[in-house]
């Protein structure tokens, strides 16, 4: 080929938009940039006490217990989760050890599958250019970013939650035997978040209401697929019942999903606080609101118009998850994320039925490029990207380790109870000790157990000086730990 020709500046464009147009190049650049995202420097910056260190202490159990079933927290049965997040914690733990990274990597991993099925969802519902771009809201969404960086559950949710719905659809159209693994996903979702889990088979139900799709009720498979969540999901909560009894019931289902969603707080509800989600994103999930917001309206109008089915898909997906939590009292955002990869679908349908051909192309290039350079940057310089979490108790791990044996309580002088309890039985493999709130309690339980080493803040601690005579072990941060001075 003769040099003018490969110097050809026409010729090279055309090479670049074919590269970006192309949907499998598409693909492998939105899973790239995700990895980049989610993975670079995850080990960095701790667990935070809420709710990293709580899960990853349950994982940690598992293996110290040997108990795969029941979940134990501080040596002691716990019936508020379910077990599927901790078992994968605990796998990844078992073989390649309890770190920062180990607790978090599900649901980074999660994070990366959630956008490559947002890709896959919208190239089957419209196009890949749906796909591209709806896939750059959900990696540009920064609470999402953020959770799928935590060792939480809520996106290891999201992941099976979409991939449940996408073989839901793909059932639909006549491939029947989606519905089994629909009914898998559904079941594995539930055994991550117990009844939030069992969502979409709530919008799998209203989808084909709505449509009328009354065939599919008569289908076989279809009630196969649900037979198959039951399968999945009731043995455990079958084999707690039987070898606990009232108390899982009591803790699991009467506080945690009856009690805690719908008792605690609700006398000092209002009927606007029902509302209060929509406060909380126009609040926590910018940048991207206003045009999900709009982009919803517009989808609704559409559907009224039109009665497409794929609009009243994204609706009722939206709606289900929104409306159904709206009802719970107690209100957190990401208890939302299994909306947020619909969210994402709107906007990126709507954006991409204004932009021309050209548009689109020109759109892609640039974020590609932008893209590429910050995963440059991110690897390139330490650049932090996530809070320093529990590091006044990791400063604390090797001189409590010394001073106590394993599971030893810790005497707690006036530091809040939970906001430092997981963190320090997660690090430090001893218990910390509901606060002594007064110096006359405090030495009265030094009286008891004389061994006892304790823990306050600097604030606290110079107030106990004036009482006593007290042996500084370690200072970290805001936290000081020492012991009784014994004179000779």
Request: with cysteine; proline share 3%; hydrophobic share 50%.
């Amino acid at each position: 080929m003769p040099v003018t020709q490969l110097n050809n500046p026409h010729q090279m464009e055309f090479t670049w938009t074919s590269f970006v147009a192309n949907s499998r190049v598409q693909l492998i650049l939105i899973a790239y940039f995700a990895i980049m995202f989610l993975f670079t420097r995850l080990g960095e910056g701790g667990l935070a006490n809420f709710d990293d260190c709580y899960y990853a202490e349950k994982a940690k159990e598992i293996l110290l217990t040997g108990d795969w079933l029941t979940l134990h927290y501080d040596g002691q049965p716990r019936f508020d989760n379910v077990p599927l997040f901790m078992w994968l914690m605990a796998i990844m733990f078992k073989f390649f050890g309890i770190s920062t990274y180990t607790a978090k990597f599900f649901s980074a991993l999660s994070g990366v599958g959630v956008v490559i099925l947002v890709y896959l969802f919208a190239k089957y519902l419209y196009d890949h250019w749906v796909g591209f771009f709806s896939s750059f809201f959900m990696l540009t969404t920064p609470y999402f970013l953020k959770y799928s960086r935590h060792a939480m559950i809520d996106t290891t949710l999201a992941f099976f939650f979409m991939l449940s719905l996408l073989f839901f659809l793909w059932a639909v159209k006549g491939r029947y035997g989606y519905f089994l693994l629909f009914g898998l996903a559904v079941g594995l979702s539930i055994l991550l978040k117990s009844i939030l889990g069992t969502f979409p088979i709530v919008i799998a139900i209203l989808y084909l209401v709505l449509t009328r799709q009354w065939r599919i009720f008569r289908q076989p498979l279809f009630w196969a697929g649900i037979g198959v969540t039951i399968v999945i999901a009731a043995p455990w909560f079958i084999y707690e019942y039987v070898k606990y009894g009232q108390d899982f019931i009591r803790i699991h289902f009467v506080w945690l999903i009856y009690e805690r969603a719908f008792v605690q707080y609700s006398e000092s509800r209002h009927w606007y606080s029902y509302l209060d989600y929509l406060r909380i994103l126009w609040i926590d999930y910018w940048p991207w609101i206003p045009l999900v917001t709009w982009s919803f309206v517009i989808s609704v109008r559409d559907y009224w118009h039109s009665r497409d089915q794929r609009e009243i898909f994204l609706i009722i997906w939206i709606v289900v998850v929104v409306g159904i939590m709206s009802l719970a009292n107690e209100k957190k955002t990401w208890y939302l994320t299994s909306a947020f990869p619909a969210f994402s679908l709107i906007a990126g349908r709507y954006v991409t039925h204004l932009f021309s051909e050209k548009l689109k192309i020109l759109l892609a290039k640039s974020i590609v490029l932008v893209f590429f350079v910050a995963t440059v940057v991110i690897v390139a310089f330490p650049i932090p990207l996530g809070k320093e979490r529990s590091g006044d108790i990791r400063g604390l791990v090797e001189a409590v380790k010394a001073n106590t044996q394993f599971r030893e309580p810790v005497l707690n002088y006036k530091l809040g109870f939970w906001g430092h309890r997981n963190s320090f039985l997660f690090y430090t493999d001893r218990s910390l000790t509901r606060p002594a709130m007064d110096v006359k309690s405090f030495k009265e339980k030094l009286q008891e157990n004389p061994s006892l080493t304790c823990l306050t803040s600097k604030r606290y601690f110079h107030e106990l000086q004036q009482h006593g005579s007290w042996q500084i072990l370690k200072k970290s941060g805001s936290l000081v730990y020492f012991k009784r001075k014994f004179s000779n």
